[in-house]
């Protein structure tokens, strides 16, 4: 598995496998894939990162901040989405291990996700990675017609000394 700086000619398969993860009903309340530019804007210039193995890209991971507030500049929302081809497979994790690294080195304090209760293996991928859960948000957005849950995670930094 290779590990590189996503960039904008990456944008057609991140796309793909954002909408794949749409596709599950698990991932996220989005119901389509934003534009690059939209994308480019909500997300850190920072810690973008593509998975590849045997030259297909097996995976995308992201940071976004949580406000534009500057007493949240060390806070970011994970996302992290996995090509349907190369789920189970490790990818997650690889992709987990770059962004808790990277957001270290950019003082990051505190990473974030909410996750729907019902993706057991994303709130796997991130207790393996030191997040632990801290409460939950009911019905806090509807997914189509239902109003959906999401577990609230997040992970301290260990190298600012807030954990």
């Given at each position: 598995m290779e590990l590189r700086t996503m960039n904008d000619t990456d944008w057609p398969a991140v796309r793909t496998i954002y909408l794949q993860g749409i596709a599950t009903g698990q991932a996220t309340f989005q119901t389509e894939a934003p534009s690059w530019e939209d994308w480019d804007g909500s997300h850190l210039k920072h810690s973008r990162f593509i998975a590849s193995i045997d030259g297909h890209i097996a995976g995308w991971a992201a940071l976004s901040p949580v406000s534009s507030r500057c007493v949240y500049a060390g806070v970011a929302e994970v996302s992290v989405y996995i090509h349907e081809d190369y789920r189970g497979k490790g990818v997650g994790s690889f992709l987990m291990n770059a962004l808790v690294e990277s957001s270290e080195k950019q003082g990051l304090w505190t990473l974030q996700s909410g996750i729907f209760p019902e993706n057991e293996a994303s709130i796997r991928l991130?207790?393996?990675?030191?997040?632990?859960?801290?409460?939950?948000?009911?019905?806090?957005?509807?997914?189509g017609n239902t109003w959906r849950d999401t577990t609230l995670m997040e992970r301290r930094s260990k190298t600012i000394g807030i954990d």
């Open positions: 991130h207790e393996k990675h030191g997040f632990r859960q801290l409460g939950y948000r009911e019905k806090v957005g509807k997914h």
